[in-house]
């Protein structure tokens, strides 16, 4: 009985690398001409998305400080879960999958963009 024998691992995307690098930079499927594959183009909808989340959050963090809030623990905490997002959708990009990212991916998925 082999005990190291490793299970197969999913079938990836050939373009999963480019598809983890878009929750980085965004418009680099566009740099890199690939912007008509729909692997890439679903999870550059998720990272603009996740970009988009991001401005409504520090908007809000900015008018809680203005009101005298705890702004730069709040800031830290955001940015916390932001990086969570950034290497969920990382890591599922890399894997060849399509799942969404939580609380975000609903919404950008519905984005109607002309990517």
């Known amino acids: 009985m082999n005990l190291h024998a490793q299970s197969p691992s999913p079938a990836k995307h050939p373009q999963g690398m ?9 418009f680099a499927p566009n740099l890199a001409g690939k912007k008509d594959d729909q692997y890439v183009k679903y999870h550059q909808r998720q990272a603009i998305g996740l970009v988009l989340f991001a401005l409504i959050l520090q908007g809000v963090i900015s008018i809680i400080g203005y009101w005298g809030g705890p702004q730069y623990t709040l800031a830290w905490v955001v940015r916390l879960i932001l990086l ?21 991916g609903p919404y950008a998925t519905r984005l109607n963009l002309t990517l």
């Open 18 to 26: 480019l598809a983890a690098v878009t929750y980085i930079i965004f």
């Open 84 to 104: 969570y997002f950034v290497i969920i959708g990382g890591k599922t990009a890399l894997a060849g999958e399509t799942k969404e990212l939580p609380f975000i």
